[in-house]
């Protein structure tokens, strides 16, 4: 999702650091319904019955923090806010029936309406787990908190409604009368508006400018409990049609509804190659000698020219990498998907991984690695964020018939189980990858070799399916971001291309792959839901999806983050 500028301050550093949870209230169901033009009218309706008290909590919130306020500048900027509030609250009516809407009727307050509220009053009134309530605060000083507080409290509210609303906004087509939301999506992305969620956070800064770090620290948690407290808030607005987010309530239990999440590891669960993990295991524990003291080749070569080694080996697997790109996109782009084309492409980096795999075999740089320090390394390494909150999700879920699937060219596959043990029950997770061939737990330098190319990725992925139960309603997804993944990622009924490689971009597009944002994707999808009355998967040949992080996949597949 795009930037957007906030300031340097407190507001700013927040916004930044919990931000990325705003996926988890763009992929809701009533989002995205609003976004494809098609949300209920009952759904608006209900939605803006609760958005009125949330105006009057902060409204209140408001009046609260200006009595706390010490300084006149700071108390005239609050009464301007909660103005501002109040005169929404007074044209409220009118704006409704301006964005060509009834008012809606009169609804009792949700449980997720309630804690929102709730949560603000008591922030404006002091009542702040460690903090004391302003009665029995000492000094002006210490009243001034709680104003500094309650901001913090707002601030999040304001700047996500904003941000999530312009994202909506630049999918729209301007000239487009026929989207029933336009003008309300068009009203939460005006100036008058952002300079309002401008103020906030300005204000926020000012008041916490000679605040500790512990009360700083208050700040934050208040400011995060504010952006899940929206999450639950959008979460919850009840949504009568059909819509194709969460992915997993589109699965009826009743019918046997199985779905069957396929990913690559590297780069696509973790921050960094594997390759080099092991690689760098070797290096720096490379044995002394054989068990029976013998010296062995390797134990001869020092590290720096074990590194020098795999440098040479890494430059190589670059170069060639890059020529094999190279000449497949030098030839005339197709105009159409071209399937056949692209597995004749792909041909080439079969034989072009298959080499670089035999080259590193040869080389002995894998040879005397023991398997308790790979372990130990895999429960080190980085995974990417999210990815491992999702895994536990999947696993957790009692409504969800899923299995996980790792297909990978990585070398080890006990690596790949032990970066993934701390997200659950490792034999829950279906591993597919290579190996390293070991004598008594240390390693031959031979590689057992199961997946080396993106038709060898296929064939497995396309047998695990043939294996299942053939009865029930199953979906696919695919989850992946190299080129060996690209056949996978088109074959599974809803391909998702993680991150942004060149090669990958390159090649697809090359053989008429269209890329299309996630959201984006599903808006239209949403669309087609009303248009055509069917939510079917059935993807469109040669297209992809792309995300930016692990959360948009958590939220499309799961929901709410919470």
Known sequence: MGGMDVGGGIAGKLWNKFRSESVFVNYTPFFVCLAAGNLSADSFHHYISQHVHLLNAFAHAYELAEECADDDEDKKAIRNLRKYVQAKLKSHDSLVREWGFELPEERSLTNATVKYTDFLSATASGRIEGERVPGKLATPFEKTKVAAYTL????????????????????????DSTHIYKKWIDHYCSENFEAYAFRIEELLDTLSISLTGEELDVIEKLYHQSMRLEVDFF??????????????????????????????????????????????????????????????????????????????????YTEEF????????????????????????LGQFAHFEKAANSRVVQSGVLKG????????????????DGCKGFIQKIMKNENLTAAIHVLSYCWCGDLIRSALSSAGDVKALNVHSNELSCEDSTTTGEIIKKLESP??????????LNNRDKDGQHLTVYIGGSVGDLLCLLEADIGIVMGSSPSLRRLGEQFGISFVPLFSGLVAKQREVVEVGSSNWKRLSGTLYTVSSWDEIHAFILGSSS
């Open 152 to 175: 913090g409290a707002i601030a999040p509210c304001m700047r996500l409604f904003a941000f999530i609303n312009k994202e909506i906004q630049a999918l729209l087509d301007p000239n």
């Open 235 to 316: 979460s919850s607005q009840p949504i009568i049609q059909e819509a194709v987010v969460p992915l997993s309530r589109t699965l009826d239990p009743a019918v046997g509804g199985e779905l069957s999440i396929f990913c690559d590891f590297d780069l696509t669960c973790t921050a960094f190659d594997s390759s080099a993990i092991l690689a760098e295991i070797a290096i720096i524990t490379r044995p002394k000698a054989d068990p029976d003291g013998s010296e062995t080749q390797l134990a001869r070569i020092s590290s720096a020219d074990l590194r020098s080694t795999w440098d040479a080996l890494s430059a190589q």
């Open 322 to 345: 890059e020529q094999c790109v190279g000449s497949i996109t030098t030839t005339e782009t197709a105009e159409t998907f071209s399937y056949e084309g692209l597995c004749e492409a």
């Open 369 to 384: 690695l023991n398997q308790e320090d790979i372990k130990r390394a895999g429960q080190r390494l980085i995974l990417q």
């Open 455 to 464: 038709m060898e990725k296929l064939q497995a992925f396309n047998n695990i």
